[in-house]
C-alpha cells in the first residue's frame, strides 16, 4: 500500500469491510473525526472512528485498526481487528456523512452557504484526515457513479467536469442530526467574519437553525451581527432567545438600534426585554420609543459626548480614553451647558491638532446645525447633503441636546422607505 492514499467519502459509504483474514465485518456507514482534532500540522480533523452497521445493528470501532485501499482503482476496506470505539468519543465526534455530507456548511473564505456533495480525505502512513469538501457537480456525479464515464466522453470534446472544493480549514460544520441544528465544537471560526456576512449567512440558514446558531456566538459578536440583520429576523432571533441572553445581547448595542428592533415586537414581549436590561439601558431605549415612528428622534442616536466650553483639550483625551466610545459617536462633539443647552460642536480633528492646554470655547462653533427631535426624517437627507455632514446634534423645543443624528442612520432609514414601497 503507498503511504499516501486519496478517496471519497461517497466511495467509502456502504461498502463492506473485512479483516485480514477475510472475515466480514460489516457495511460501513460513517466516518466519524474529532472537529478539534490538531494532531496534525495541517489542523485538519483526524479520523478516528468508524460507523458498521452488521446483522442490523449499528457498531463503532476505532479506526485505528482500519485501513482503505486502492486496488485496481477499486477501494478496499480492511480492518486488523476491530476495536470498539469509547462512549465519549462516539458522542463528542463529528459524523462525516450524517452531519456534513449532503448538508450545508459555512464556506469562510466565500462567507456564504454551500452544499456539500462529498467529503475528500487522505491517509498518511498510519493516519486518516477529512482535508477537503467537495461542493461541485463532479461530487454530485461521483455520487451516482457517472463521474468517470462522464469524464471519458468530455475529454474526446476537450472538455471536463468542473470540480470545485474547498479545504477544511476554510469551512464551519453545522451539525444537523436529530430534530436540533447546531453549531459543532469547533464554532469559534465563525467569530472571524465580518458581521454583516455572518448575518447573511445565518438568515439563509432559515428560520430554526438561525437563533441556535446566533445563540453560540459570545454577547459582543452577537451584537454586531443584531444590527446587521433584517428587522423581522432580528424579531424572530430575540423570541427565540432565552429573555436573559436576548437582554444580553441588547445591552451591547446602541439605544436607538434597539429601540428599532423593539419598535417591531408586540409591547409585552418588549416589555419583558426592557426589564431585563440594564436600567441605564433601557431608561435610554424608553425614551427612544416615545418618538413616532416618522420623527427625527426615532433614527437618532441617544450616545453622544457633550462637554463644558471651559474644559481643556486634555481632559476632553482623558473622557476619550475612559469612555471608549464608539467610532460613530466621534462624528461629532458637542458643547453644552450646566442645563444640557446645546451651545456649539467640534470636531475629533480639532481636538487632534490643538495643545492640550487649550480650552473648547477656543475651538468650538457655536450656532451649530441642527434637527428638532420631532422634525419629520424626510427633511434630513437635505440638510446633510446641503451641509456635507456626518453627524447632526438633535434638541429638543427648549435647545436642549438628545442626540444625533448620523449619516448611516439616514442611508439605512431611506433604504428601508425604499424596500418597503417596492
Known sequence: MNSITTFYLSRVIDQKAYETNGKYVGVVKDLLVDPESSTHSSGHPVVNGIKIKYQKQF????FQNFRIEKINGKIKIICSGPVELSADQISSNLYLAQTVLDNQIVDLHGRK???????????IVNQTFAVAVDIGMEGLFRRIGIAKPLKFILSLFSGNIPAKFILWEDIET?????????????YKKLQTLHPSDLADIIEDLGREASADVFSALDNEKAADVMEELEPDAQVHI??????????????????????????????????????????DTSQEVRELLVYPDHTVGSIMSSEVLSFNLNTTIEEVLAELRNKKPEFETLYNLFVTDENEILLATFSIRDVVISSPDVQIKQIMKPSPVH???????????????KYNLLAIPVVDKRNVLKGMVVIDDVIEDLIRKRRTNK
Not at 457498531?59 to 476505532?62: M, P, R
Not at 454551500?114 to 491517509?123: E, G, P
Not at 434637527?371 to 447633503?385: G, H, M, P, T
Open 59 to 62: 457498531v463503532f470501532y476505532s
Open 113 to 123: 452557504l454551500v452544499r456539500v456533495n462529498d467529503i475528500r480525505l487522505v491517509t
Open 174 to 186: 453545522i451539525d444537523s442530526s436529530g430534530s436540533n441544528i447546531k453549531l459543532s465544537k469547533s
Open 238 to 279: 430575540l423570541e427565540s432567545l432565552s429573555i436573559e441572553k436576548a437582554a444580553d445581547v441588547l445591552d451591547k448595542m446602541p439605544a436607538d438600534e434597539v429601540a428599532d428592533i423593539l419598535d417591531a415586537m408586540e409591547d409585552d414581549k418588549a416589555e419583558l426585554l426592557l426589564n431585563e436590561m440594564e436600567k
Open 371 to 385: 434637527l428638532r427631535d420631532y422634525q419629520k426624517i424626510n427633511e434630513v437627507a437635505e440638510i446633510v447633503s
